[in-house]
């Protein structure tokens, strides 16, 4: 088991009929299932060679279903899909496409696309087709035009078209209406806020609107009743791709869905909704909204179906376990594809970490065991037995393969694998724990919250020492982070404020003036400091306000004065343009910018809680950050050579970064990691430490990490405070965490306390309750650190740029 074979045997061994998941087999280590799965799971290392994996599976199908039924899947989770399906097509006859085609067995015809008929997975409602960011746009976009498919053969999901006709019907030449006091011709008309609100499939109407909205929504049931019948009246989906959802969901068939479910409007759940904030622009629109999804019903309707699910990054793992390994419940929505003998898991390292034999496969594979190895399933097995490292008994080695594998082949006596164990996790706590001095730190985060979410508290310990120097640098503006909601509450501030006594007595012209730039920018953060120091809402508001002109100033300086009737009239423009926008629309160039200047407001005042002001904070706003769905790659001159430049200014000893280690998290992180390693690796300094940190998106297990810092229920309730007054756009975020319902600050928390439990488990609650360090006897949480050296930097993302430029 797990080791390469010959590609013929691979695929009659695994029982596969595509010769791309038999060439993907081979070229893994791994066979395609084990005996304790229940659907077949191909692994590649990471995303874009997923995206590269997928696309060719897809064009097999193609090749062998010209007139098949296909669905595909929308979202960022496709990019590198959709790229190299279009790549394939394109340079379809080049020398070096026919070796990527020989090599994934394909035949040599060159796959005839407008024979397929697409169906659209799923569409909110009501979001009109108009929208940029509506799935409709998406897939006319990306796969009928993209992908040179017949729009006449496509099935897809037109909000704007569903359910009006039954409210033109005549009788006796009349149009007949639900009532004559509602005009029902736009869905504007019907859902004037977007709010829908599915209880009035049963309860009595209150208004004459709430009838017509009873009324379309039984229109729309009836839309979709038909629509799945169509589907099925074509035989069913030939080739469906999806992703899985962190609460394992399918297209969007949530926790609890039936496996026999079909097409159908529906709410989503709460880790949905939250994971589709980015689609619609808010987790407000997605609340309001409802879903149209096809079911799983839909999917497993055609016992031939090719249904590929995709899975990307090790936030993913515990849901694709449960999909391959679990019996099919509704718990676990992609369980329902057990049924489809063409079903396949296209999966990264990271989303497979948790499949039980395929860890047990890489250990037997192993040629030693090391420490690092060892540690990893021994503290995996002090969590699940609850036990301390140093109580672990042989009958608990019986329970896991994993340990008993280790621990046998290690050479060595339990006892002693766990005081080894223990020994490393106390000396990686002791190394968290030590003073730092006389060192610069380069400080680098992909947005405005990552560091204080990923590693504030070793920030905080080593800013205690006067000899040390800190600059911190984010690399995006942010603005797409900044709701136009969030925009119009800081125009209240500013209007406000200019009407106030207090900008008149300010002398905007001296206060404002160009000579004054970096000066007002302290006495900015300084005010809004104030205020919250001294509780005073009114102090705040004004050191926002005072930034937001300013910004103002510098956006539209050939239009905008500093006199506050020309100020007033630019946020009574402003105010008409950010409600005249739908969620998610993109915003033009100077509206992206003032978004961006807020959130670079609000990290200055975040490093202010600290003393460090201007110039120790830094904004580089590099050009790849954009408001495309998929936006370019960093270049040299316009997102390497600034980070270069702030290299050679600050001189640091130590950089940090945040790490994605396969590209399959925030598209910004792993661009930033790029670029910052490109900066590095030109900079040629080869003796700077580096510090790589994970945030709430990614998580490091205990033995991937060389430094583990001790939280107290202080430091906690330092970033709690510095988190929720300094972040404002990011407070009530439109953009949250799946995991839990609150700001990113309360999820950064739940991380650190969860890995606290678990290193508490391993070393047992006395170590650190009668430690004699006050530091270590205050922990309530940990935070892990990976210290390394440049080369070792360079060697991760050198791979996984390779890939990416492979497109």
């Known amino acids: 088991m797990g080791v390469k074979r010959a590609h013929e045997e691979v695929g009659k061994s695994a029982g596969l009929a595509s010769k791309v998941e038999a060439h993907l087999v081979e070229s893994s280590h791994y066979d395609a299932r084990y005996s304790g799965e229940k659907t077949n799971a191909v692994i590649v290392d990471n995303f874009p060679a997923l995206g590269k994996a997928s696309a060719f599976r897809f064009l097999e199908w193609a090749q062998l279903n010209p007139a098949g039924v296909c669905s595909l899947p929308t979202g960022k989770t496709p990019e590198f899909f959709i790229k190299w399906v279009q790549r394939a097509l394109k340079e379809w006859d080049t020398p070096e496409m026919q070796k990527e085609i020989r090599s994934f067995g394909l035949q040599q015809a060159k796959p005839e696309m407008n024979g397929l008929t697409f169906v ?54 009349v149009t007949c209406q639900p009532d004559d006091a509602v005009k029902v011709e736009t869905l504007d008309d019907v859902w004037p806020d977007s709010f829908v609100d599915l209880a009035l499939r049963t309860r009595d109407p209150k208004t004459r609107l709430e009838r017509v909205q009873q009324r379309m929504l039984r229109e729309v049931d009836q839309w979709c009743a038909e629509y799945e019948d169509k589907i099925r009246n074509l035989g069913g989906i030939g080739f469906f791709m999806g992703g899985i959802g962190p609460d394992g969901h399918v297209a969007f068939n949530c926790q609890g869905a039936a496996h026999h479910c079909t097409t159908r409007l529906d709410e989503l759940n709460y880790p949905s909704q939250a994971a589709a904030a980015g689609d619609l622009g808010g987790i407000e629109a997605v609340r309001k909204s409802k879903v149209i999804t096809i079911g799983l019903g839909t999917v497993t309707f055609n016992p031939s179906c090719v249904a590929i699910t995709c899975a990307a990054g090790e936030a993913k793992a515990a849901r694709v376990r449960e999909a391959i390994e679990e019996k099919p419940h509704v718990n676990y929505p ?140 984010c690399g995006t503006s942010g603005f797409n982070s900044v709701s136009s909601k969030h925009m119009l509450m800081l125009l209240d501030r500013v209007e406000l404020f200019l009407r106030s006594p207090t900008y008149k007595r300010l002398s905007p012209q001296g206060y404002f003036g160009k000579d004054e730039t970096m000066d007002f920018r302290r006495r900015d953060v300084w005010k809004f400091l104030d205020g919250v120091a001294a509780a005073d809402d009114e102090l705040r508001d004004e050191g926002a306000a005072r930034r937001l002109i300013a910004n103002f100033i510098d956006i539209y300086a050939d239009t905008v004065e500093v006199d506050a009737t020309c100020l007033l009239k630019r946020c009574s423009t402003l105010r008409a343009y950010f409600l005249s926008r739908y969620p998610g629309q993109r915003d033009v160039l100077d509206i992206q910018t003032l978004k961006g200047s807020c959130r670079e407001f609000e990290a200055e005042c975040v490093w202010g809680y600290l003393g460090w002001q201007i110039p120790n904070v830094s904004h580089l706003r590099l050009g790849f950050y954009t408001a495309d769905i998929f936006a370019p790659e960093p270049t040299h001159g316009r997102d390497v050579k600034p980070i270069i430049d702030l290299l050679d200014k600050v001189k640091p000893d130590v950089v940090s970064v945040a790490l994605d280690p396969e590209a399959s998290g925030p598209d910004t992180h792993y661009k930033v990691l790029q670029a910052v390693t490109a900066a590095l690796e030109q900079h040629g300094k080869k003796d700077l430490l580096v510090w790589g940190y994970r945030n709430v998106w990614f998580r490091f297990d205990p033995h991937e990490v060389s430094t583990i810092i001790p939280v107290s229920l202080q430091t906690i309730s330092t970033l709690n405070n510095m988190f929720l007054n300094c972040f404002e756009s990011q407070r009530d975020a439109e953009f949250p965490a799946y995991e839990i319902q609150g700001p990113f600050c309360a999820m950064s928390q739940r991380v650190q306390v969860q890995q606290y439990g678990m290193i508490e488990t391993c070393l047992g609650y006395e170590w650190f309750h009668k430690h004699p360090s006050e530091l270590i006897r205050a922990t309530r949480g940990l935070v892990f650190l990976k210290e390394m050296p440049i080369d070792e930097l360079l060697r991760e993302s050198r791979a996984l740029r390779k890939q990416a430029e492979n497109i």
């Open 334 to 473: 992609a369980t329902a594809l057990q049924k489809l003998p063409n079903a396949c898991f296209f999966i990264t390292t990271g989303a497979a970490k948790l499949l039980s034999e395929r860890r047990l496969a890489d250990l037997q594979n192993l040629k030693e065991i090391t420490n690092s190895t060892v540690e990893q399933v021994l503290v995996d097995l002090c969590c699940k037995q609850r036990k301390r490292l140093v109580d672990l008994t042989d009958e608990d080695l019986k329970s896991c393969p994993l340990a008993k594998c280790a621990v046998s082949r290690s050479g060595k006596a339990l006892k002693d694998l766990g005081e080894m164990v223990k020994a490393s996790l106390i000396a990686k706590i002791e190394h968290g724990c030590r003073s730092i001095t006389n060192t610069k730190f380069l400080h680098t985060e992909p947005h405005h919250d990552d560091i204080m979410l990923g590693y504030l508290p070793m920030v905080l310990r080593s800013t205690r020492s006067s000899t040390n120097d800190h600059h911190f640098v």
């Open 120 to 173: 659209q997975i799923d569409e909110f409602y009501p979001v009109p087709p108009t929208q940029e960011n509506s799935f409709y746009h998406y897939v006319k976009e990306f796969y009928i035009k993209g992908f040179g498919l017949d729009p006449e053969k496509a099935m897809l999901i037109d909000c704007s078209k569903i359910g009006f006709a039954a409210f033109k019907e005549t009788r006796f030449g």
